[in-house]
């Protein structure tokens, strides 16, 4: 697809295939880092995956085997402040409550990992590697460790963003700490990526989504409003067409036929 609500698309490949949105980052010459170009097309790629009733899985991926993604274009970056560009995207991905599997390729450093964070199935190859090279340009590096802080234990967020460039997670360790669920050969990524897709579009397309809600939302609370807030995320599905397809087909002993309402 070369454009999106007639936008044009110029740094990213954006496709759907069957109920699966790909999303490719598509500036290997500059290690997939963002420009405003880029942010732009990331706008209208997530608006279009959101509210696409067609789309109910998304991949994130980049193009080449050595960057994922190396955050903000320091070059650009000197006339624009291109995190203000990227913020709208970020709480964008927050608002896609359709299951988001991120495909880590290689370096995914700074503004890049953006993306781990606001996904929900991050899987790597065995070159892919996280560190946060913020404070080494500069910058102070807060939105991304407040979302890995979510995912892996502080201590290793700390040492990410305080030793900068120096400390750098490797696939094994990423593997081990849980920032990643799986090692893939960089040949078999993408099948693995859509091996997953897979098997998520076997489920209720409804009960996943609100049960990324719940959860996404619950980590915001307390104990027992988290408890409240499931709840009522069950609620707002039980009389759905999935979900007494759902319960029928568990009775016929044969596989739902799921559509989303």
């Known amino acids: 697809m070369t454009a999106v609500n007639g936008f044009e698309l110029v ?6 295939r ?27 790629i997530w608006e279009d995956v959101k509210d696409d009733p067609e789309v109910w899985v998304a991949i994130v991926s980049a193009t080449g085997e050595k960057f994922f993604c190396t955050g903000v274009d320091v070059k650009e970056a000197r006339e624009r402040r291109l995190g203000d560009a990227w913020l709208p995207i970020a709480r964008l991905m927050e608002e896609v ?4 599997i991120c495909a880590v390729n290689g370096m995914c450093c700074g503004g890049g990992l953006h993306w781990v964070c606001d996904s929900d199935i991050i899987i790597g190859t065995e070159n892919a590697q996280f ?9 102070i590096s807060g939105w991304e460790p407040v979302g890995l802080s979510r995912r892996i234990p502080l201590n290793y967020v700390l040492r990410m963003v305080i030793e ?9 360790e990423a593997y081990r700490i849980g920032l990643i669920t799986e090692i893939v050969p960089a040949a ?7 091996e997953i897709a897979a098997n998520v579009l076997a489920n209720s397309p409804l009960a996943v989504r609100y049960s990324k809600k719940a959860i996404m939302r619950g980590l915001d609370m307390g104990l027992r409003d988290g408890l409240d807030l499931a709840g009522h995320m069950l609620n707002q599905i039980w009389d759905t067409e999935d ?14 036929v799921w559509k989303g309402r």
């Open 243 to 256: 979900a007494a397809e759902g319960k029928q087909a568990f009775a016929e002993r044969r596989q739902p």
């Open 164 to 172: 900068g460039k120096s400390y750098r997670i490797n696939a094994d």
């Open 11 to 16: 740094e990213t490949i954006y496709e759907k």
């Open 188 to 194: 078999k990524l993408m099948e693995r990526a859509e």
């Open 97 to 100: 409550h359709k299951p988001i």
């Open 131 to 139: 560190f946060d090279s913020h404070v080494n340009v500069g910058m």
């Open 18 to 44: 069957g109920r699966v949105a790909y999303i490719t980052l598509n500036r290997e010459q500059a290690g997939h880092a963002f420009n405003y170009q880029m942010c732009q097309e990331m706008l209208h």
